[in-house]
């Protein structure tokens, strides 16, 4: 299977499970492969043959920034399941970053991964 990677699409959120993350917000950044097959967009040359990854893009970014969910579990599940449904893709696997969560250790970054696929694909 061919893939598109998206790779640190970032915006401020406002997602967290305290009120002073859902008050300030904080920066956000997801990864996105798709996974399809490009065999007719190779042939066509045109992009309403492929997944756009603009609006992939732009779709993310209205995850990010739309309503606040506690757990960023929630929102990799909720991108993965609308890329799916709004794209011509097979499966997708998205990573939600939260570089500035708030952890009393120093860390570099968190991360969760969530792959979905239609049915019948993996």
Not at 28 to 43: C, E, G, K, M, Y
Not at 75 to 90: N, Y
């Amino acid at each position: 299977m061919d893939q598109i990677t998206l790779s640190g699409v970032t915006a401020v959120g406002h997602h967290g499970v305290f009120d002073f993350e859902r008050r300030n917000g904080q920066p956000f950044v997801v990864d996105a492969v798709l996974h399809l097959d490009f065999s007719r967009a190779a042939a066509s040359d045109d992009v309403l043959d492929t997944a756009h990854y603009g609006e992939v893009a732009e779709c993310i970014r209205g995850w990010i920034t739309g309503e606040p969910l506690n757990l960023i579990e929630a929102l990799a599940v909720r991108i993965a399941e609308d890329v799916l449904q709004k794209f011509p893709v097979a499966a997708v696997d998205i990573t939600v970053h939260k570089p500035k969560a708030p952890i009393e250790v120093e860390f570099g970054d968190v991360s969760v991964s969530v792959r979905r696929a239609r049915q019948g694909q993996s």
